[in-house]
């Protein structure tokens, strides 16, 4: 299902969805050279660059490579993405030093349980609060930790038809993890809970009029799609989004933590 191919579509002004049907990849695109976020599985690279060239755009163009968290379905594909384009690729230190292991590494909550994939040789470790650029695209980095200490958030701005929007694809705040993981108590990331908390509050501090996620269910990216096409020209656009997001993420956090607390682990 992650794989399943998916017909490639522009989101607002010059950010386009390139990634598959169930794991997004965003293209934003300039005359100079473009930026792509995320490379979700292994094999949906080819799927990835083959939805850039329908858009009239070429992968050669791709300037820089970023990441939102380090596990195989949203990395896996970053090689040979960059193979393919001669790109840069960039990410959170801890994520730079997992992207270029190509497998879990210590501090990750789903170590035991998360797949290798294709190593990148060589990542541009990036820090917090960093403005990164390809061609004449500028996104700001934003760490939102917690799913893994790497998590990055990153934000834009796109215009079209004189209205400008802040887009923001926020990383994965699920509190997920292999079951010999615990949140509350762990020596390999003693400070998961309290990185979550900074991410939902960077959330609910963003300018947020377009939410993206490394999941696109999680932000209802193609239920939104689905209304613009029927005549809402602004489904995309939704200012609360991320506080929402935030907002939920917070509520299962707090259920984590309870149950770890109940089970007495």
């Not at 490579?65 to 990410?91: F, K, W």
């Amino acid at each position: 299902m992650w794989n399943v191919r998916q017909k490639p579509f522009r989101i607002f002004g010059n950010a386009y969805y390139v990634g598959t049907h169930g794991l997004s990849s965003i293209l934003i695109t300039s005359p100079h050279g473009h930026v792509l976020i995320d490379g979700a599985l292994p094999e949906s690279a080819p799927l990835i660059l083959s939805n850039i060239r329908a858009l009239g755009f070429r992968p050669e163009d791709v300037k820089l490579i970023l990441n939102s968290h380090a596990h195989y379905d949203h990395a896996g594909g970053i090689e040979a993405l960059r193979e393919a384009t001669g790109a840069t690729v960039a990410a959170s230190r801890w994520s730079a030093s997992t992207i270029e292991a190509g497998k879990g590494i210590p501090g990750d909550p789903q170590l035991s349980i998360v797949l290798p994939y294709p190593s990148v040789p060589t990542v541009r470790p990036i820090s917090d609060g960093e403005v990164l650029r390809g061609g004449d695209v500028a996104l700001t980095a934003h760490f939102t930790g917690g799913h893994t200490p790497g998590g990055t958030t990153w934000t834009w701005r796109s215009c079209e038809g004189g209205r400008c929007a802040d887009l923001v694809y926020a990383d994965s705040q699920s509190p997920v993890s292999a079951d010999d993981f615990l949140f509350t108590r762990n020596t390999t990331y003693p400070s998961a809970v309290a990185d979550f908390e900074h991410s939902f509050s960077v959330l609910e501090s963003l300018s947020c009029d377009i939410l993206l996620t490394p999941h696109p269910g999680a932000s209802n990216v193609f239920e939104r799609l689905a209304s613009r096409d029927s005549g809402n020209a602004n489904a995309f656009v939704d200012p609360d989004a991320c506080r929402r997001l935030a907002k939920d993420a917070r509520r299962q956090l707090d259920e984590r933590i309870a149950k770890e607390k109940g089970t007495g682990r």
